[in-house]
């Protein structure tokens, strides 16, 4: 009896995001109105039963934390609605983003599951991150001052995304094997070297969120496991000049740098798009003015970067909220996970990407909260975007896979309570 309670509780989520996507839809057919089609029914329907299937089928697949897809799967939720919302093309594309995005969770966390050994290829994640690198120099092409892209035909690829990810796998190979390393002579200088070689060729493609968001990682994790810790601050010092020479040698650093100490004073120009994005947040109130109802379209570029103020804007404060503790229960389940981690690799693997999660919601939605100056760094899970779209995804299927460590060594607990 005592199990069958359990499992009502473990589907209760489940149905209850069953329940927000009938709703959402609902809301996106009173937006239609009387311009409702096939399409727009097919595209609801489609999304609903994508997450609840997904969901479903990982409850079978994996005794691990289920609970993290559940939590991405309701901040894509929101985020295809809106999306949706602005533009009904692009809400199709990123369903189908989503859908691709799903079947890729579930490989990497089968591939994270099944092979062994991951811990010992430090030098190919380290050539992989280079050719990746090196590929975008030669065949990216600029976009928003920043050379992060490749386009192939009608598709456009960030690697940048996907060396997010081979950076964690460097320094989780790296700290979990430092018997082996602690052998080589300055090995931890040599790790830093390679580090910021690759802040140094973010900084030569201009994309400095992205080299942001590669030095706190790094930062985060060699706080926790650097025994030499002088090297802390060693690291503190680079990224102080490192700023400073950014902030030197970039105009658009410069730009974005005067739009968030006085946006008012250039609301024409460059503090145009941060100044639209406090209003629509403002105007949104608590409870938002209704989907449909808001101008999210006067905020340039709002599916990407400004997709949280268009929801504050017609969901409200409190849905925003929402999406804020969403993420803060992310974050923290991905630490909980590696605390439970006996294996230092894994352990290392959830730090890293529990902390990426973290450092990328916190960088964009402060950006556009003016708490900081503003980066090109979409919100994961809700922002417009296939490559992000799908690293994430990886990444959270090798979460998946490290929660998985722990569960099946405790196979008599109860407690997936958020």
């Known amino acids: 009896m005592i199990r069958n309670i359990f499992k ?15 709703l959402s839809l609902s809301l996106l057919f009173v937006y239609q109105g009387e311009d409702i089609d096939r399409y727009t029914i097919m595209t609801g329907i489609g999304l609903v039963f994508t997450i609840y299937i997904s969901n479903y089928i990982l409850g079978r697949l994996s005794s691990g934390d289920n609970y993290i897809f559940l939590i991405v799967t309701m901040l894509i939720s929101i985020g295809v609605v809106m999306i949706y919302r602005i533009d009904a093309e692009l809400g ?28 010992r290829w430090i030098y190919l994640y380290i050539a992989a991150t280079y050719i990746g690198f090196f590929a975008t120099f030669i065949f990216g092409v600029r976009r928003g001052g920043a050379i992060n892209w490749i386009q192939i035909g009608n598709i456009t690829i960030q690697p940048s995304e996907i060396i997010k990810l081979t950076i964690i796998f460097i320094l989780a190979s790296f700290f979990s094997r430092r018997d082996e390393f602690g052998k080589i002579k300055y090995s931890s200088y040599y790790l830093m070297a390679v580090m910021y070689s690759f802040i140094l060729l973010s900084f030569l493609q201009r994309d400095l969120g992205t080299a942001l968001v590669f030095y706190i990682v790094f930062f985060l994790i060699q706080f926790i496991y650097e025994e030499n810790r002088k090297l802390i601050l060693y690291n503190l010092g680079l990224f102080t000049v490192s700023g400073a020479l950014g902030y030197l040698a970039f105009d658009h650093v410069k730009i974005r740098f005067q739009s968030w100490l006085n946006p008012w004073e250039y609301i024409e120009r460059q503090g145009y798009q941060i100044t639209q994005s406090l209003f629509a947040i403002a105007e949104g109130g ?15 570029v709002v599916y990407t970067d400004f997709i949280f103020s268009a929801i504050c804007e017609e969901m409200g404060i409190f849905t925003g909220i929402g999406i804020i503790m969403l993420f803060m229960i992310l974050v923290y389940r991905g630490f909980k996970i590696a605390i439970g981690q006996e294996n ?12 990426l999660f973290g450092v990328q919601s ?3 939605l402060a950006g556009v909260l003016k708490m900081i100056p503003l980066t090109g760094i979409t919100l994961p899970f809700v922002s417009y975007g296939g490559s992000s779209m799908i690293s994430s995804f990886i990444a959270l299927g090798i979460l998946q896979a490290c929660s998985e460590e722990i569960y099946l060594k405790d196979d008599n607990s109860d407690d997936q309570g958020i």
């Open 8 to 22: 009502v509780k473990k589907n209760s989520p489940r149905n209850l995001l069953f329940i927000f996507g009938i």
């Open 92 to 119: 199709v594309k990123q369903l189908i983003w989503t859908s691709i995005g799903i079947a890729i969770f579930f490989a990497s966390y089968l591939i994270m599951r099944y092979i062994r050994g991951w811990d």
């Open 286 to 300: 608590f409870f938002g003015k209704g989907l449909g109802l808001g101008n999210p379209d006067f905020i340039p």
């Open 344 to 355: 230092n690799f894994y352990r290392i693997l959830a730090i890293g990407i529990s902390s």
């Open 362 to 364: 916190f960088i964009i």
